[in-house]
């Protein structure tokens, strides 16, 4: 029992609770819900204060909430002849919060309010989603479960081969980490992408960037003079996301190597932010299309992934072993052109391992990063057949990764 609390722990927690109660109770309010911001800060006072008086109280304060849970139900069937489900669902979400603040918690009830009210905000967007779902999408999520929560506890957490080279856990952990951001980002494409051609660019570039950039110039098609540069502008911004997020991927396995990449990629994706801004002031609509990539989590593509980056990384390794970062660097160029985000992850692990520095997998980012870039050029021109266009990018391209190696090389040079 927790009856007494010095003055600045309780002034604390209870602004963490009346935090918590405005933060959902704000976007009840915005909803124009009978129950609005008050009630939910004082129901989460009332956990709080629950908590503090010790485990019966804080049943008491639990109950209390659901008997007003009742009555909300009975006024609004009553006057509306419907239930208020989600609304009674945070009522109790947030005593519970209040609870766990008086109990001395900060991130658990924090994070969970945030996510509650995202939920409530994104009503259209998730009953959109959840209606248009496919069973492969279904299947999709629970294989991505699957990976995660059963197979991996089963994998051995050590060097299997004499080489030293494969470790099963942890190259398992580093598929599923990049299967599931790329499954996020599927879903994110499968919200947004109907609202316009540059959601659909930028949030497909986040999934698979060469994939992208083939389908929406297959969309784009016939290429004339009036869809030239807007054919341009997309394929800048799936670039631009791709580069995002391979210094995302470097920052979630190697902080470390984060600054050495940083400013090669920032200068690429300012360089391609500028031209696509100088290009885009011309421009007033873009035409709504929805971007249909394949689902980046599924045995087979799981599988082929794994295989493409197991392989990058054993290259990547004993090239450094035995030829030293000149060789390191070279396989990450060439991993880049078959998957950019494999050879990131490898050049990642290898620097939170000791076994290369930080400059040199930053640097190698940047090269897979670059090759990623310009292996879309061909690829480009062969779904187009646009002459006018691919050596218009080429010329881009050439700038933009001109600009990236100067960065990097001023960066390498400065880190020695």
């Known amino acids: 029992m927790n009856v007494y609390l010095p003055a600045t722990a309780f002034a604390e927690r209870l602004a963490i609770t009346l935090l918590i109660g405005i933060l959902v109770g704000l976007e009840r309010a915005w909803a124009h819900k009978f129950v609005g911001l008050r009630t939910f800060a004082i129901v989460a006072v009332l956990g709080l204060l629950g908590s503090l008086l010790g485990t019966p109280f804080a049943l008491a304060s639990i109950v209390g909430t659901f008997l007003l849970v009742i009555y909300v139900n009975l006024r609004s069937l009553m006057v509306d002849r419907s239930l208020e489900i989600t609304t009674s669902a945070a009522l109790m979400v947030v005593v519970t919060l209040g609870v766990l603040v008086g109990q001395g918690q900060v991130f658990v009830p924090i994070a969970s309010a945030i996510v509650v009210t995202t939920l409530l905000a994104w009503k259209i967007e998730v009953e959109r989603f959840a209606t248009g779902l496919q069973p492969d999408e279904i299947r999709s999520a629970v294989l991505l479960g699957l990976l995660g929560f059963v197979v991996y506890p089963l994998l051995p957490n050590h060097f299997v081969d004499r080489w030293q080279l494969i470790n099963p856990r942890e190259a398992w952990v580093t598929v599923v980490v990049l299967a599931g951001i790329g499954f996020t980002n599927y ?8 609202r316009g051609l540059y959601y659909a660019a930028v949030l497909g570039g986040l999934v698979n960037s060469t994939a992208t950039a083939t389908e929406l110039c297959g969309l784009m098609c016939p290429i004339d003079d009036a869809r030239l540069a807007q054919t341009v502008e997309v394929l800048l911004l799936t670039r631009i996301a791709m580069f995002v997020r391979n210094l995302a991927i470097l920052l ?8 050495s990449a940083f400013w090669p990629l920032a200068v690429m994706i300012a360089a391609a932010g500028v031209i696509f801004w100088r290009i885009r002031q011309h421009k007033t609509t873009t035409p709504n299309i929805e971007l249909k990539l394949p689902l980046p989590v599924s045995f087979g593509r799981v599988f082929s992934f794994g295989l493409v ?17 000149l060789g390191f660097l070279t396989v990450s160029f060439i991993g880049g052109i078959v998957s950019s985000a494999s050879a990131t ?33 061909p690829l480009v021109y062969e779904q187009t057949k646009h002459k006018a266009l691919t050596r218009r990018l080429t010329i881009i391209w050439s700038a933009v990764v001109l600009l990236g190696l100067v960065a990097m090389a001023l960066v390498q040079r400065l880190g020695r």
Do not use: K, W
Request: aromatic share 6%; proline share 3%.
């Open 187 to 194: 879903v994110l494409l499968r919200l947004y992408s109907g």
């Open 345 to 377: 992850a490898s050049a990642a692990l290898l620097a939170s391992h000791g076994q290369v520095s930080p400059h040199t997998a930053g640097a190698a980012v940047a090269l897979a990063s670059v090759s990623s870039a310009l292996i879309n050029l």
């Open 309 to 325: 980056f197991l392989a990058i990384q054993v290259l990547s390794e004993l090239a450094q072993r035995y030829t030293g970062h």
């Open 252 to 259: 979630l396995f190697a902080p470390m190597a984060v600054a």
